[in-house]
């Protein structure tokens, strides 16, 4: 260990795993070093940039040995984009540390019995997964190591994603292997024309400037559809710009426009203006019955990112729910109702619950584009929806399902299941650490039965989990 430019210095260091942020994780000692895009099976001297009590975070001066997982970055934005970070890992090795780590929430956090933990389910495609993306315009580019860093730097203008860290500052994105054509097509030729027409970009810390955000959504079914928000801006702007993106790219399903003036980026509460087309798209998907469940998606819908893995995560819920076609279905959590109108062709009814108003008035919509009657929604805060008084009105649940956000569930969520006592849960997770803290509670009354980590983020560190619990007694 040496002292350099006042910073700690390691040789040969053994990373031996790797963090949820894609750093990899190695000891001198009892110090724990984080070390940038070094991979497990690494040996490397490293620097530290940053120190604290207990760990210091690093980057690799030299790399010794290189790990037998590691392989080459395929994105030349990788390292400074905050997407993905495991892109240096083998997929195969991504997908071990997956499982290990919904292993690691499970097992040590909730104590319960991992043995027979079904193993990942891998996404189909490790690139252009999306369906989604959304890019943010920017007059204060991130510039690259060697360019010029002075106030006069030229053509600071950026359309792209945040710095991790910096809410001010975008990276200038020139490709992204996260959405199939047109969407880099499309990004590229929009922020061309920006800069000859000399629309101005957004500046994030100042709030001025015309060009906000660039959202870009596509379908199985090969819709697609574009939303440009703008800010401070001038009809003769958007009339030009809208008119180039309408001319350009015919094969635009759902072109839309909003002016957004408030201080953050959410469009929830923001007038919808369509150009062309209607103001959704469709995505499909087959269901238990071998019926096609159509689910219209607007500027302002949630819907699973990775069609093809949100099918397969589906798929699995209804498979641990082991459905008979009699039973009463709550759904929690329910969003624009998907889970819910794919399960809905197999039981007696379905009862979807979902803090966001706007989710809700989706989730009746997909209900009546397919003919489905049995499903019934409710919008509100989960803990006060959910109590003995809408059991009493809808009655209790045969099967609970639950896809809550990272949070994990609230307290008195948790607590209200314990007191239904449904014979199955199915818990769908983003996050493992807060299902098995969930779990901890749950786990007094309920048997774990299954677990199903699933891949829904390619070269990421996120993982998908689902668990049936059923009843004891």
């Known amino acids: 260990m040496n002292k350099a430019a006042n910073n700690l210095f390691f040789e040969n260091v053994a990373i031996i795993d790797i963090a949820e942020e894609g750093k990899g994780v190695g000891k001198a000692g009892d110090f724990v070093l984080f ?66 780590t919904v292993e690691g929430a499970l097992g040590h956090l909730a104590k319960i019995d991992v043995s027979g933990m079904l193993p990942i389910a891998p996404s189909p495609a490790d690139r252009y997964y999306r369906n989604k993306l959304e890019f943010t315009f920017s007059n204060k580019r991130w510039l690259n190591d060697g360019e010029n860093r002075t106030e006069d730097a030229p053509d600071m203008d950026a359309l792209g994603f945040h710095i991790p860290g910096r809410f001010d500052k975008i990276l200038d994105v020139k490709h992204c292997y996260l959405q199939a054509d047109p969407s880099n097509d499309l990004r590229n030729r929009i922020r061309d024309y920006a800069k000859q027409q000399g629309i101005s970009f957004y500046n994030l810390k100042q709030h001025e400037g015309a060009l906000r955000n660039l959202i870009i959504r596509t379908s199985s079914t090969g819709e697609l559809m574009v939303i440009v928000v703008f800010a401070y801006t001038t009809q003769e702007e958007i009339n030009g710009l809208m008119s180039f993106i309408d001319q350009s790219f015919p094969e635009i399903t759902s072109l839309l426009y909003i002016v957004n003036q408030k201080k953050n980026d959410t469009i929830f509460d923001q007038e919808v203006i369509a150009w062309r087309g209607p103001e959704y798209i469709y995505e499909e998907m087959i269901d238990g019955n071998g019926k096609t469940v159509r689910f219209r998606i607007g500027p302002k819908s949630f819907y699973q990112t990775n069609s093809v893995q949100a ?114 849960i199915v ?45 004891r007694g």
């Open 35 to 100: 070390v940038e895009k070094a991979v497990p099976g690494d040996i490397a001297d490293v620097q530290v940039y940053r120190r604290k009590k207990n760990f210091g975070e690093a980057k690799i001066t030299q790399l010794k040995k290189p790990s037998d997982f590691r392989t080459e970055a395929f994105c030349e934005h990788f390292g400074t984009c905050g997407g993905c970070k495991w892109q240096h890992m083998t997929y195969d090795v991504q997908l071990k540390f997956k499982q290990k």
């Open 427 to 471: 818990y769908v997770s983003c996050n493992p650490a807060t299902q098995a803290r969930d779990l901890v509670v749950l786990k007094e009354k309920y048997d774990v039965v299954k677990i199903q980590p699933v891949d829904m983020f390619p070269h990421t560190q996120h993982v998908e989990n689902v668990v049936l619990l059923v009843i």
């Open 311 to 424: 099918l397969k995560l589906y798929q699995i819920t209804r498979d641990f729910a082991g459905f008979k076609g009699d039973e009463l279905v709550y759904d929690l959590y329910t969003g624009a109702g998907t889970i819910a109108n794919f399960v809905a062709g197999q039981v007696k009814a379905v009862v979807g619950v979902e803090y966001v108003p706007s989710a809700i008035e989706d989730a009746k919509i997909n209900s009546q584009i397919n003919n489905i009657i049995n499903t019934k929604f409710y919008a509100g805060d989960m803990k006060d929806v959910l109590n003995a008084e809408f059991v009493a009105t809808h009655g209790k649940p045969d099967v609970i399902i639950t896809d809550p956000p990272r949070a994990g569930m609230h307290p008195d969520v948790v607590a209200r299941l314990m007191e239904i006592e449904a014979e199955k």
